[in-house]
Every structure is written in structure tokens, then in C-alpha cells.
């Protein structure tokens, strides 16, 4: 029975010792933005969007300076053998010479399963996942600065909710952003024009 013991102990001895099988990390893979999504934001390079100031009832012409792609790394430390991703942000910014801050329009990964559209001015950010672009809408038609818009979304933050603010965006896929809403009053869309 000892013998039996002690060779039970020596048996799992060696196979606890023994060396892991080396682990293949190999190349990040990369994330890029689909096509079908990139088409849900309607803008071309330097597109021009026309937006009033509804408190101040002052005009701002905001022109893009075109599309732009940059990468941020993934490292899933909960796997060893994890080789991580190169995650896709394809962005675009308007510059107004009439408004301090500009606008940015971005599709990107927040992490790598899950992407979104991001519209930020200043210190406001509101997120909206593309697939919640579709039935049912925020409002079938909606009335912004005196015109008529179809399949609206509205959002704040749909990637942390916990940040959502009071204030908001309205967006739809043919004219893309038709309301920001700010703490010193909204912009509303006039006019967009692709060149």
C-alpha cells in the first residue's frame, strides 16, 4: 500500500511539473469597420454641414476635412495564449471658422466585438451602436429647425449608460446628425451637402 502511495505521488509530481506547451502569440488580427457600416454615416470626404445655433439663432458652416483611420491595440490578458487585435477608429472632423469647438463623426470599435457611431464637441460624446439604426425609430418623422426628417434615432450613450447626460443626439442615415444637443443650447442641421 506505501509503495502504491508514493508511486501515486510521483506519478502526479511529474505530470504537474511538466512544461506547458510553448504558446504560438502569432500576429494581432485587425478590426476594420465594415463597409455596411461606414455607408450608415452619410458623409464624403470633406462634406459640409450648416448648423444653427437655436439660442443664439447664429449660423456655423462646418466643413470636413476628410475620412482618417487609426488603430488602437486589444490585449485579452484573461488568455494566455491571446494575440490580440489591432482595433479600426475611422474618423472624420468639421471645422467651423464661426464656432469654437469642432465636430467629430467617428465609427470604431470601443472594444473588439462591438462597434459604434461616436459624435463628440467639446466634452460631449454620444454613442450609438449601428445595429439600433433600423425599426423602430425614435420617431418615424420628426420637425428640426422647420424641416421634416424621416427614421430618426435618438441617443446619449448606448456604450456606457451609466454616463448618459441629459442631453442627446438626432440622426438618421441619409443626413446623418440633425440635432446636437449642448449644454449651451442645440445645433440643428440647416443643410448638408457632400462634395
Avoid at 429647425?145 to 443626439?169: A, E, L
Amino acid at each position: 500500500m506505501k509503495i502504491k502511495i508514493i508511486f501515486i505521488f510521483l506519478f502526479a509530481t511529474f505530470f504537474s511539473c511538466k512544461q506547458k506547451d510553448p504558446c504560438d502569440k502569432g500576429e494581432p488580427y485587425t478590426n476594420n469597420i465594415p463597409e455596411k457600416t461606414r455607408l450608415k454615416v452619410p458623409y464624403q470626404n470633406f462634406a459640409e454641414l450648416t448648423f444653427i445655433d437655436s439660442t443664439t439663432q447664429d449660423t456655423h458652416i462646418f466643413v470636413g476635412k476628410g475620412w482618417n483611420a487609426s488603430y488602437w491595440y486589444y490585449n485579452d490578458y484573461s488568455n494566455e495564449c491571446q494575440n490580440g487585435s489591432n482595433n479600426e477608429k475611422y474618423f472624420q472632423n468639421f471645422y467651423s471658422s464661426s464656432y469654437p469647438n469642432p465636430i467629430s463623426i467617428s465609427i470604431e470599435y470601443t472594444n473588439p466585438c462591438c462597434e459604434y457611431i461616436v459624435v463628440s464637441i467639446e466634452k460631449s460624446i454620444f454613442y450609438l451602436d449601428p445595429i439600433n439604426i433600423c425599426e423602430p425609430y425614435n420617431y418615424d418623422k420628426i420637425i428640426i429647425g422647420g424641416k421634416t426628417y424621416s427614421k430618426v434615432k435618438y441617443f446619449r450613450n448606448q456604450y456606457q449608460p451609466q454616463w448618459n447626460t441629459k442631453y442627446g443626439c438626432y440622426f438618421n442615415t441619409t443626413e446623418g446628425v440633425l440635432k446636437i444637443e449642448l449644454p449651451d443650447g442645440p445645433l440643428e442641421l440647416v443643410s448638408f451637402r457632400n462634395p
